[in-house]
């Protein structure tokens, strides 16, 4: 076990910047996932802690060792590709165990830790077989086993579910954040999937355009996003951000309704309003209006979709709510209500802070 | 695409058969001939039916021109031409694929433009080196105002001579090198995680993945190395290093100048050259073709 610090990494390829200075401290033992866009860098940023790729500034150290000009096995991290990577002649036996024997580990020893790894992952009886012969389920469990065998230091994932249906991808990330609870070894996942994000993680990690974003516990995230771009990625469904105008009371207009917020605003100040689908409170006689077009039923929860200001507007609504299309009234508690600075897309802080969580 | 129509099959058919007959007709010639006595032979129309002389013809040609000898030397030719264009092949592939230095790609395109400079082409020059193989390093030593003092190596009348200037390939390098191209790059990093170096990811996991390449390359090459004919003849004046190919040349025209050639004796040692890469091909038929078209990865 090992923790990681990343200072001031960059990477170019040739002039063109893909990531720009990020720091990063990943503690021992911590399940550490990157969110982001695909081409934000977060692959990248995982393939430079595995030696991969080359750091172009900056410095990584592994378990306080600097590991920039130091070979991938010499850092000891395992990792799990996105396609899984298995090598196609060998069976899955030998697949797991090829670091060993890579590493002059005698037969017998092999074979052992092999079987004990195989057991872990619940792949004892296809051990002869090879890759092509395998669901892509089980792939993925070789995969790990691969990466297990090797006992390493820090645990690298780099978007190993993509590519498993919908219902694996729940079972294998329920599983591997089993595994990482009874090892404890240090993990950077690496996803575009906020769900698969927000349940796994210790810390969260959102990245955008080569930058962090924000880091932070999944619930921080949630309840706080640092920009618009993580309000708008985080969450699911995503949050409402409409934009919105500081009137002369210090509240925002939202398409000529003024909403008290509890911020305190320059009057005339563009800002984007975010609000959640979640938050949104429905009552006939609400300030707010918007024009229901269909609804999403999910089974516990029904999505109303509509249109606030010109902008697609979603409201969520228990299950035992009936309500149909057509013209609906609602209003937001202030408190809930996110502002973003409509220029830099940050996020505007409450006047005094305000424990959500005690309301 | 499948069609079902009566006439098309019975066309395709159809021409499937000539060209089987164009292709099979001249052996089924050469195998009659072989099978008679001289007179038989030589008699005008010659018969199209096999004759009764067929192992006396075999066995005489055999030992009279020492074919046990000449076949061995053939096969060591081919076989040793054969590994050495595999070896070499995947190799240069294998450092054109996966590393990157400069020049890289020139160093593909000199390799790929020597395929416009077969044997034939540069034979006088190819010549003088094996007669003198260290000789290009000598002249070089010489431009400086060296004397080193490198010794004469002598590759005419050698295996090695006979072998080494045919292994170097650009077909073969190309062919590698398009497979390399479609194995996945996570095989390499994943072998780099795993803590292989690029020797044994080569030997682990790529030499295994180009079997069947592998197989449809040796398949071509060995072929190509049997029926050598010009380069063996140039570069052996000794008799026991003849191949099976130049052995054959001697027996057409005949024996003694002005002599009419014995056709039965030489359609037998025709078909005894032709039946080792004939054999090689049948065997290798099932690999050879998923080599050159398949990629199951």
């Not at chain 1, 004990?116 to 890759?131: H, I, M, Q």
């Not at chain 1, 013209?327 to 409450?350: C, N, S």
């Not at chain 2, 007959?21 to 195998?31: G, Q």
């Not at chain 2, 030397?73 to 294998?94: C, M, Y």
Request: with cysteine.
């Amino acid at each position: 076990m090992a923790d990681i610090g990343i200072r001031s990494v960059s990477k170019s390829y040739g002039r063109q910047p893909v990531v720009h200075g990020i720091d990063l401290d990943v503690r021992s033992g911590e399940f550490v996932v990157v969110l982001g866009p695909s081409g934000c860098g977060k692959s990248t940023l995982l393939r430079m802690i595995a030696g991969l790729e080359e750091i172009t500034e900056g410095e990584i150290a592994i378990g306080g060792r600097v590991v920039n000009m130091l070979e991938p096995r010499e850092r000891g991290c395992a990792m799990v590709f996105q396609n899984y990577a298995l090598y196609p002649h060998m069976t899955v036996a030998e697949n797991i165990g090829y670091a060993l024997k890579v590493a002059g580990t005698a037969r017998d020893e092999r074979r052992r830790r092999v079987r004990e790894v195989a057991a872990t992952v619940g792949l004892d009886e296809f051990l002869d077989r090879k890759p092509g012969q395998l669901s892509g389920g089980q792939r993925q469990r070789v995969a790990m086993a691969r990466a297990m065998i090797r006992e390493p230091k820090v645990f690298l994932f780099d978007e190993p579910l993509s590519n498993l249906d919908a219902k694996l991808r729940v079972q294998m990330r329920i599983e591997i954040r089993k595994l990482h609870n009874r090892l404890g070894v240090t993990s950077v996942f690496v996803t575009h999937d906020q769900i698969e994000a927000m349940t796994l993680a210790d810390r969260l990690v959102v990245m955008n355009a080569g930058r962090i974003e924000q880091a932070g516990t999944p619930e921080d995230i949630y309840r706080a996003p640092a920009s618009r771009f993580v309000a708008s990625f985080v969450g699911s469904p995503p949050m409402n951000l409409i934009d919105a105008v500081v009137d002369e009371a210090g509240g925002i207009v939202i398409g000529g309704v003024a909403l008290p917020v509890p911020h305190r605003l320059a009057a005339g100040r563009k800002v984007t309003a975010g609000i959640r689908p979640e938050d949104v409170v429905l009552s006939d006689g609400g300030e707010l209006r918007s024009d229901v077009d269909f609804v999403e039923e999910l089974g516990s929860v029904r999505l109303l979709h509509g249109r606030l200001n010109d902008v697609d507007f979603v409201v969520q609504v228990a299950a035992a709510d009936r309500r149909a299309t057509g013209a609906l009234a609602f209003t937001v508690p202030p408190k809930r209500i996110h502002l973003f600075d409509a220029d830099t897309g940050l996020r505007i802080e409450h006047d005094t802070p305000v424990a959500i969580a005690a309301e | 695409m499948i069609e079902r129509t009566p006439i098309l099959d019975a066309v395709t058919h159809a021409l499937m058969l000539l060209g089987l007959v164009l292709a099979a007709l001249p052996i089924v010639v050469v195998f009659v001939a072989s099978t008679h006595d001289l007179a038989t032979v030589n008699r005008v129309p010659m018969p199209l039916w096999p004759g009764d002389h067929m192992a006396e013809n075999y066995a005489r040609v055999w030992d009279k021109s020492r074919f046990g000898e000449k076949m061995l030397n053939s096969l060591i030719v081919a076989t040793g031409v054969t590994v050495g264009k595999i070896t070499i092949a995947a190799l240069s592939a294998f450092s054109i694929v996966y590393f990157r230095y400069r020049l890289r790609m020139v160093f593909f395109w000199l390799i790929f433009i020597t395929l416009m400079l077969p044997l034939e082409v540069r034979i006088v020059p190819t010549y003088a080196v094996a007669a003198d193989a260290l000789q290009p390093f000598r002249v070089i030593a010489g431009g400086f105002g060296l004397e080193l003092g490198i010794p004469q190596i002598n590759l005419l009348n050698s295996y090695a001579g006979l072998i080494l200037p045919l292994v170097a390939t650009a077909t073969g390098t190309f062919l590698y090198r398009q497979f390399f191209l479609t194995v996945p790059d996570e095989l390499a990093e994943a072998a780099k995680m795993d803590g292989a170096g690029p020797m044994r990811f080569f030997i682990d996991v790529l030499i295994p993945l180009s079997r069947a390449n592998m197989a449809a390359l040796a398949t071509i090459m060995f072929v190509y190395a049997w029926n050598q004919y010009l380069w063996p003849l140039l570069i052996t004046t000794d008799q026991k290093m003849a191949t099976a190919t130049m052995q054959l040349q001697k027996l057409v025209p005949g024996p003694l100048f002005g002599q009419p050639p014995l056709w039965n004796e030489a359609m037998a040692a025709t078909l005894m050259v032709m039946a080792p890469p004939l054999l090689v091909v049948v065997f290798m038929q099932g690999w050879f073709v998923k080599g050159l078209v398949a990629s199951d990865k």
